[in-house]
């Protein structure tokens, strides 16, 4: 139990395009979601915490209109990188919290961005 | 606000040998959490182990097991039997409670090789 999916995996993209990536719990209901960017061999930097049907909250430093959040269900988050750059290519990974398994967070595969 | 620092970003252990990777952390909190998590090559944020603050005894989960040192503010994880599945990036974190909002912080981690 416990399973966590990103969509897609993997995305190339032209610099100035849009690009939404999904976030699913798929046995359990997430009330919480948080989203990480990851550059290679550095650590998980949060990026935002979304709950249902509310607003996410962002980290400082994290420009909101740059990355829309939105999460609509309790199985389903999605960040939408809007007008991408170069700069934005990393790996987006997100994690789901829901009161089972004392308590956790259960991260998704995660995907990684290209923009060319 | 919460620190943890992995001072270590690499090393090194013999198949089947036993190798130790040091955390410590800084909180103002009497209660809390403390986690290691292992992210393998393709990138899945495993939890390996989890500890509680207020439990004296220290976990453990096979040949996982930490060393927990409150008043010094150390969580160190010990691998025994060591094995080429061990390698990974391994990530100290710290999370204050079990709240839905509640955030991990996550060390930078550090790279553990497994040499046959």
């Known amino acids: 139990g416990a399973v966590v999916s990103q969509h897609p995996s993997r995305v190339i993209c032209k610099s100035g395009t849009s690009v939404k990536i999904e976030c699913r719990s798929l046995?359990?209901?997430?009330?919480?979601m948080f989203w990480y960017r990851q550059f290679p061999k550095q650590s998980l930097m949060l990026m935002a915490t979304?709950?249902?049907?509310?607003?996410?909250?962002?980290e400082q430093g994290v420009e909101k209109d740059k990355f829309l959040i939105n999460h609509a269900s309790l199985t389903l988050s999605t960040l939408t990188v809007t007008s991408a750059h170069p700069e934005d290519s990393s790996f987006y990974i997100c994690s789901a919290y829901g009161q089972i398994h004392n308590n956790e967070q259960f991260f998704g595969p995660g995907t990684r961005l290209t923009v060319l | 606000a919460q620190t943890v620092t992995q001072s270590q970003p690499e090393m090194s252990v013999q198949e089947a040998e036993t190798v130790t990777l040091s955390c410590t952390y800084d909180?103002?909190?009497?209660?809390?959490?403390l986690f290691w998590y292992k992210q393998p090559p393709s990138r899945q944020m495993i939890l390996v182990i989890r500890?509680?603050?207020?439990?004296?005894q220290n976990a453990t989960e096979n040949r996982f097991s930490v060393n927990f040192q409150k008043a010094a503010k150390s969580f160190s994880l010990k691998i025994s039997d060591s094995q080429l599945g061990d390698a990974a990036m391994y990530f100290c974190?710290?999370?204050?409670?079990?709240?839905?909002?509640?955030?991990?912080?996550f060390g930078k981690g550090i790279t553990l090789s497994v040499r046959p």
């Open positions: 974190a710290y999370r204050r409670d079990t709240g839905a909002n509640s955030k991990l912080t």
């Open positions: 979304s709950n249902e049907g509310s607003k996410a909250t962002y």
């Open positions: 909180t103002s909190e009497s209660d809390y959490y």
């Open positions: 500890q509680e603050a207020y439990k004296q």
């Open positions: 046995d359990f209901q997430a009330t919480t």
